[in-house]
C-alpha cells in the first residue's frame, strides 16, 4: 500500500506536469478529481438514496462509486461548509488512488459516514489513510511550513489561502509541530 502522504504528493506533481498546478494554495483539488482523474463529482440530498449506496449505515457525507467515476458530496454539507467539501473530496480521492486503485479494482464503492472523514485523522483504516491523504492534498506540508511562519501564523490568513477551516489547519499545524509553543492552548 502506498505511503497516503507520498501518494498525495506524487497527485499533485502528476497534475502539475499535465495542467499547471499555477499558483497555490489553494491546491485545485476538485479540477485534480475532474480533469486529471475524470471523476465526477455530485451533490446529493441524500447519498444513501444513490443506486448501490449502503442504507442500513447512518447519514454519509461521501461516497465512491467506481462503476460511474463518481464522487458523492452530502449538500446540505457542502452548502455549511465550501472547506469541508474540499476536505470530502480530497478524501475519496484518497480512496480513489489508494484503494480502488484508479479503478483497477472492480467495482469498488467506499461510503463514508461524518465521521470518518476527520481532519485529526482519529480513525481506523482504510478511513485513516484517506484523512491523512486528504491533509497531505489540501495542506501540503511543504507549503505550510513556508506560509506558516511567513504569515506570522495568522491562523485565520493561513485557513484562507489554503480554503481549509481555521480548526483544520490548527489540527495540521499541531500534528506537524509547525505551531509555536506560545498559540497551543
Ligand atoms: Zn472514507
Known amino acids: 500500500m502506498a505511503d497516503p502522504v507520498l501518494a498525495a504528493q506524487q497527485l499533485v506533481a502528476e497534475y502539475d506536469k499535465d495542467y499547471g498546478v499555477g499558483e497555490i494554495p489553494p491546491v485545485p483539488v476538485a479540477d485534480i ?21 449502503p442504507t442500513d449505515a447512518g447519514p454519509l457525507s461521501g461516497l465512491l ?13 457542502a452548502a455549511r461548509s465550501p472547506e469541508r467539501k474540499r476536505f470530502t473530496i480530497a478524501h475519496e ?5 489508494m484503494h480502488a486503485r484508479r479503478g483497477e479494482v472492480p467495482l469498488f464503492q467506499k ?4 465521521d470518518d472523514i476527520r481532519e485529526d485523522g482519529a480513525s481506523a483504516n ?10 497531505e492534498l489540501v495542506m501540503p506540508e511543504e507549503l505550510i511550513s513556508a506560509l506558516g511562519p511567513e504569515c506570522g501564523f495568522n491562523l485565520a490568513l493561513l485557513a484562507a489561502r489554503f480554503e481549509v477551516s481555521v480548526r483544520a489547519l490548527e ?7 509547525l505551531l509555536p509553543s506560545w498559540m497551543r492552548a
Open 93 to 97: 480521492i484518497g480512496h480513489w488512488i
Open 126 to 135: 482504510p478511513e485513516r489513510e484517506a484523512n491523512d491523504f486528504a491533509n
Open 33 to 53: 478529481a475532474e480533469s486529471l482523474l475524470m471523476l465526477d463529482i455530485l451533490e446529493e440530498d441524500e447519498i444513501r438514496s444513490v443506486p448501490g449506496a
Open 171 to 177: 489540527i495540521r499545524l499541531i500534528r506537524l509541530d
Open 111 to 114: 461510503a463514508c459516514a461524518p
Open 65 to 77: 462509486t467506481t462503476a460511474n467515476r463518481t464522487i458523492w458530496i452530502d449538500r446540505r454539507e
